[in-house]
């Protein structure tokens, strides 16, 4: 009996030690984890978020969101680690989107005041958060003074800055958009591609390129870091049916270069991201002395259904390919902008069908993959909406954000963890891309390289744990590796095999 007491007292010390143990080594890790991203935390983690003003934060009560409300979320946002921001229109505009602006020079009164503005800019630089603009260069309000002068008359001195239509004109034409093209006014037929209420400018006429490159150097006059140009394949529209689409593409990136040429005699590091809704083969051409980046709207839809069917792809083949077109075209200048969705699609959570294990995948393949990823505002708390597109803009829900700051486990913590793990490995924000097959079905892996360094990314898929055994190959040297990044707890690198819990992410490099 006395030798069982000894031995359950010996026991309990034992278990008492291990537990401590285990609890030091945790804390020393989160120790470590700490000093870790305190060091990393000004790093760019090349991670933007968009913003659609009207809906994100409102400072003043009167229900509309504003710069002010953008201002006061700065840290939060400084807290997922994003180093820049994409804000939707905030000029004077009839509409609540404001893709149809009536004065380019100001800021629309339910967004605040050019104070304001300059404030938010000031805030954002000192917390190295980047601010971008949208600027839609293809057309204007058809309450813009400069559209209410062009039709009053064919006289008008501003005639020319819109497209009219002559008598040769096929007026029934459908624009590349799907839509009429064509559309009357007492004084003739105008050009408006996307409405009636959005006329499209004539960007032959050299005034109306120099005025943009006015506006543009107006607001980096101001302190913004550069521009997402709306509908920027569109300037020089095509009709469906014209058969003209290349030598509008050229025009359309001439006319770019002459614009990017022009903001950078003032801002040499300027950032220029196009709205280029098409395949990349489409986009390269604008990445050649015109455009840093085009949306890539193509890997958008690859990466959702990656995480939703649960089978794995060599996604890293095809963006390799695609980022070598794009070095040759750019001369090995261009940043690919990745992205799950944007104001203009169905939200990210919706297209998942409310499923939050898809969408932690989803984030953590945007986010482990190459390019300037843009998270879209309420993407990072499951917000749905389906079209039409009022309901891709509801108001950011500030208590469900509050709700899933005090669960470790929300996708909002997880968004956190992923943004700042580009800060902790710069690979993952900045490094190329390779395909590395580990056989598993469920598991999506590849190589991230930068400066010499190589990551090993693994994401399971799937709802089952898994087991990925690891080859030294293509660079990996299997036995030197190392867990340096993981998703949840359970993650483990041993003898060879990597063990990968349900729906989680690892990164290994050499030890
Ligand atoms: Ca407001
Ligand atoms: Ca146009």
Redesign the pocket.
Known sequence: MRKFRLFAIVFAAMVILFSSAVLWIGMRQQQLDRARMEEAKDRDSNVFYEIFVRAFHDSDGDGKGDLNGITAKLDDLKEMGVSGIWMTPIHPSPSYHGYDVTDYYAIHPDFGTMEDFERLIEEAHKRNIRIIMDLVV??TSSKHPWFVEAKSSENSPKRDWY?WADEETNVNAVSAIGGKAWHPVSTGRY?G?FWDGMP??N?DNPEVRAEFIHIARFWLDKGVDGFRLD?AK????DLQGDNKRTEVAEKNVAWWREFRTGLEEVKPDVYLVGEVWDAPSVIGPYLDGALDSGFNFDLAGRLINLAKSENATDIAAGIRRVHDYYAEVSGGKFIDATFLSNHDQNRVMSQLEGNVDHAKTAAALLLTLPGRAFIYYGEEIGMQGVKPDENLRRPMDWDEVERQHNDPDSLLNHYRRLVNWRKLEPALAFGTVESYATGNKRVVSFIREHEGERLLVLHNLSGEPQKVELESKAGIEADALAVTLASAPGIQYDGGEVTLPAYSTAVLKAK
């Open positions: 293809n057309h497209v050009l591609i499209d400018l960007l509908a569109h300037v020089y529209e």
